[in-house]
């Protein structure tokens, strides 16, 4: 969100006894709320496949092809005529990273994980360190003048989530700065036996709570928030709600932790 094993030398990879430790101080957290979600994103709405072909009939194909792979436990309550935006949400805020796996704090890229935050505030700080430490500093970028559209979503949550905030201090591998090693092999095993989610502490942003979600069941409605733009100037990203109006201030340097 290097690695030190438990005392015992257990990998955590396999239940062994450090692991069970671990997951015999956890507690759940019953969560019904929204989380912030936020993503890379265009400032203007396109459709999702109006890049394929010209032809709106070659849309409604492609949406339906689209709809027959969407999990079976996804029902609409909307009318039919306002499914195609809201398909688009659900696209985007949703079911992207559990079709698109990619490695994070806690998945070594074979699953996926969606992450989302407590406040708009938590989600600035984690995605402008990726954007910073991650994508600008692997293109060269990162003493450019950069500019990156982003949008947030609002996601409703429900589930059991299994609570780390409370074992942290003794398990502070969970939330190392840029070593993920433990927190991947904690996250095989949510995966594995099939648990919906976890509740823990941002890394990025003190104070700051984390949803990592395995299951796209227990999360829905999806709703814009706000759309931002992050700007990089010298070792600050300024975040602009609307054009030309910073609306809050990073330190490069407070990010990485």
């Known amino acids: 969100m290097g690695l030190r094993r438990p005392a015992d030398g257990a990998r955590l990879s396999r239940q062994g006894p450090g692991q069970v430790k671990l997951f015999a101080d956890l507690t759940l957290a019953d969560l019904h709320q929204d989380v912030a979600r936020n993503i890379v994103s265009l400032a203007r709405s396109q459709d999702l496949f109006d ?11 492609a949406q339906g092809v689209e709809a027959e792979v969407k999990p079976p436990t ?62 600008l500093s692997d293109a060269g ?13 609002t996601v409703a949550c429900s589930a059991a989530l299994l609570d780390f905030r409370r074992v942290t201090a003794d398990w502070p591998q969970l939330l190392h700065p840029t070593d993920y090693t433990f927190a991947q092999a904690v996250g095989a095993r949510i995966h594995r036996e099939g648990h919906p989610g976890l ?59």
């Open 51 to 61: 890049d394929l072909s010209e032809d709106p009939g070659d849309w409604t194909l």
């Open 74 to 135: 996804y029902r609409s309550a909307q009318p039919l005529i306002d499914r195609p935006f809201e398909d688009a949400d659900w696209f985007n805020a949703i079911a992207w990273p559990f079709r698109h796996w990619q490695a994070s704090r806690f998945s070594d890229g074979s699953h996926g994980v969606w992450y989302g935050s407590d406040t708009v505030e938590t989600t600035v700080c984690e995605t402008a360190y990726h954007w910073y430490f991650g994508l």
């Open 141 to 153: 970028f990162e003493n450019e003048v950069v500019v990156a559209e982003r949008k947030v979503y």
């Open 199 to 257: 509740l823990i502490q941002s890394v990025r942003r003190s104070g700051g709570e984390n949803v990592a979600v395995f299951n796209p069941a227990v999360l829905s409605n999806p709703r814009l928030n706000c759309q931002l733009a992050y700007r990089l100037e010298g070792d600050r990203i300024l975040v602009e709600k609307r054009p030309g109006r910073t609306w809050l201030e990073l330190e490069v340097k407070a990010l990485a932790g």
